[in-house]
Nanobody, 115 residues
Framework: QVQLVESGGGLVQPGGSLRLSCAAS????????MGWYRQAPGKQRELVAS???????KYADSVKGRFAISRDNAKNTVYLQMNSLKPEDTAVYYC?????????WGQGTQVTVSS
């Protein structure tokens, strides 16, 4: 059974940093590109960043220069380092394959940026 478990969210002040982690089943992790997605209240879920199995990355314009996605293939884990956080980054963050599969959505982790 495929599982993706996100962690690392929390409450942070504007300008602060957080590092999200996503532990993935090996069966999907090693052969797939992975992505971090987020969904803010009242908005559609959106792709934040993606990383291929080889390490190539892409970012949404809204997070370029502030967020960094990485992966540790030995640990089957993908990370999202978030710096210079803004209130508009407040959302539930999810990881999934890229492109996503409707079968792999997990619980997500809440990120709240507020003073």
């Amino acid at each position: 059974q495929v599982q993706l478990v996100e962690s690392g969210g929390g409450l942070v002040q504007p300008g602060g940093s957080l590092r999200l982690s996503c532990a993935a089943s090996g069966s999907i992790f090693r052969i797939n590109a992975m992505g971090w997605y987020r969904q803010a209240p009242g908005k559609q879920r959106e792709l934040v960043a993606s990383i291929t199995s080889g390490g190539s990355t892409k970012y949404a314009d809204s997070v370029k220069g502030r967020f960094a996605i990485s992966r540790d293939n030995a640990k089957n884990t993908v990370y999202l380092q978030m710096n210079s956080l803004k209130p508009e980054d407040t959302a539930v963050y999810y990881c999934n394959t890229f492109p996503y599969s409707v079968h792999y959505w997990g619980q997500g982790t809440q990120v709240t940026v507020s003073s």
